[in-house]
């Protein structure tokens, strides 16, 4: 894809290095990788993890599946580095045939993701507004169209851009605290989803719940979530692992070519609506976020977020 | 809009001014404006009121909600006097800042609209038929296009047309009796609902029940158009004016420009077919309503509304 | 259509004369003509019934209901002469006034077809690819399109092109047996659902469900298949005629006009489609069927079938 050299430069300016330039780093991961897929006496070398600053990336050789775990506190916010973090990651496991799929999940208690970081998208300059954009634009395309099995396993809220990370993927399990909720609130803030959001989400829930959840900005509490399809089941969070793996198990039990064609055709329209569209997205996108009355309303929202930590 | 001389010339023809030249008729509506919403010691003058032939439109300054009640006896069927005092009620509404949200009644017992009126439609001229088919396709551009918030309050039955009107709002609640039906029942009419009607009946209850409804000319009970998702959800009729005062409080506790765009973003693509196809569709109406054979079961279908009144 | 040339040269081929140039064979099917609409009474001269080789049609005059019903053991698979000879049946319905509807059925106990014959893409030379699969998509143009009103009385298992048959009907009613399942499981064999497959299932079931079904290649048990909304309604063995019957007889209550014009408007787009890139199909099928990893996985399925068997 076209933005895979800007974020290559991107990282080269960050002083991250692209991960396959990097030697792996060995370790167990806090997260642990699904039970029942790694045997108890399993030799470690079976077991390769990296660690980058903000998502640790753990695949299973064994049984072909990566997790990849957030940690970047407090919130697991879409920073242009955890974006960039994500899609090198993934291009990484996307091109390791030792993998199959791939568990998203947080290792930040309470949270699964919060959403674009508004960060970066308050003050700053139209170049940085557009790297910005250009890097979720990347993230949904190549989660949305991972040839891999993706499950999202949502061990806490995920508003926003953490809605849309699980959205994209196969199959969504949620912890089932009804604390916990998970929904496309944008309309909340006084912004609008992109239609590519409001794309994937109407082909989870269908149009009549997607209309009136958009317009509401609702946050759907885990039972609400599950009562309307907007995730396929909830367990207990002390479940929450093995049922992932179940999941995961259940599908990488298809061959991969029919599965990998058969989910091209359901996506494919939807995908190549924002590759076609995708410059005219960013210049959308910076215009109404240069706005003074959106910039504002980001900075009131900013200020409450801080009130409310302090 | 086109349409709008249209409409203009229509009034003038009819004698009816269009309502921005009218003095404000100032009284109480028979059903009342939303409880929660006005105080019983707000002054008067926050509330105005301007009563037309067909339609009695009511807004409460305070809250932003206008009512639209429907008062053309004997089932407030959608003539072309009808349509043309609605479209201009809500153009009237969109354009004045005071207004934020639409509730839509009936005022008259048990019926919510019968729908399109079919007098309009039997033994007249190409030209009528042509003005009254624009008057309905310029009614839905104007209902399900709102910038408004717009809730249907259905204390009465509500097929074909009176359906249409419900499924364009962005909320629909329903009073419980099961004597109250909904439905686009055209195809028992021996006609066939345009495909702007079908489009919004997808939108709202998704392919396959569309599907089977359209073909069966269906009219469902209220509890089984809840159970379908044709109205959002079921109150006893003494619940209504309350339950509507609430959800259209919810729905504007939202900014309006966010919900606005989020709105259009969802509706776009089904209006602009319209909008693209408009005098095509109404030469197809006028091809297909000239035919005898139509005529003829239209006039069957009167004759038998007259024998069951007398 | 173009391809009924090509129809009725396979069948001067294969030595099946066209059945209006057949006498009809009169006599009694094995799965009964719909008891409430055929009075003990009713001359034998009103119910015309032919048998071919694979499908016994049977055409009640007095209803205007016809019965097709599937009699090729062992599972009713769509080999080229079943689906010529199905075809060739549906289109003599179609111009036979007398045929308002169609009911289909399997008289081979616990299957209703097992979907497309695997034989037929086995072993092969492209032009008899070419030729399967153009009949596979005349079968599905015809079914999908057809004017008349179709129930599938779905009296056994119906995995793949079987559920295709089912879900290209206007109505479906499945025997409540759980042993019994249907579903598009083509991925579980390696291969993939044609796209016309997977805008018929989407019409039905939603985005949602047919991404997940078709990726899992599910087979779904008669109570999920109806939970999902692959069928209408269940009913014991004993009463699916009668069932059937009732639905058919509703849905004939409807002016054939209206109803065939609403559902041509239903069904048009996703029609249109496979028209348009009838021959790129056609194509695309021989490409991937003739590829030495899918006879390969097709010739291991049959060896798997045989061991079955014996």
Not at 118 to 133: D, N
Not at 199 to 225: C, M, Y
Request: charged share 20%; glycine share 6%; proline share 6%.
């Amino acid at each position: 894809m076209a933005a895979v050299p800007a974020l290559v430069r991107r990282i080269a300016r960050s002083g991250v290095l692209p991960l396959c330039r990097q030697p792996p780093v060995w370790g167990r991961a806090a997260w642990q990788p699904p039970g029942p897929l790694r045997s108890p006496g399993l030799p470690l070398a079976l077991c390769r993890a990296f660690s980058n600053n903000k998502i640790l990336v753990e695949l299973d050789e064994s049984s072909g599946v990566a997790t990849m775990k957030f940690k970047s506190p407090p919130v697991n916010s879409l920073s242009l580095d955890f974006l960039t973090e994500f899609c090198i990651s993934l291009e990484k496991l996307e091109n390791d045939r030792a993998c199959r799929g791939v568990i998203f999940a947080s290792a930040v208690p309470k949270i699964f993701s919060s959403g674009l970081d508004i960060t970066e998208m308050c003050g700053k300059s139209t170049e940085h507004y557009a790297e910005f954009w250009r890097a979720v634009q990347e993230m949904w395309l190549r989660l949305y169209g991972s040839s891999m099995v993706t499950v999202a396993a949502v061990n806490g809220s995920s508003p926003a851009g953490g809605c849309l990370v699980a959205l994209s993927c196969d199959y969504r399990i949620m912890v089932e605290n009804p604390k916990f909720s998970i929904g496309l609130n944008e309309a909340q803030l006084g912004i609008v989803a992109p239609f590519w959001f409001k794309d994937t989400f109407v082909n989870t829930v269908g149009h009549r719940v997607a209309e009136r959840s958009l317009q509401l900005g609702s946050l759907h509490s885990a039972p609400e979530a599950h009562r309307i399809g907007l995730v396929d089941e909830l367990v207990p969070e002390e479940k929450l692992q093995e049922k992932a793996a179940a999941v995961m198990a259940q599908w990488l039990a298809l061959p991969d070519h029919a599965r990998q064609l058969t989910k091209s055709m359901m996506r494919k329209a939807v995908l190549d609506r924002l590759v076609a569209h995708r410059e005219e997205d960013i210049q959308n996108f910076i215009s109404f976020i240069s706005k003074e009355s959106i910039q504002k309303s980001l900075r009131m929202y900013m200020e409450m977020l801080k009130k409310k930590k302090s």
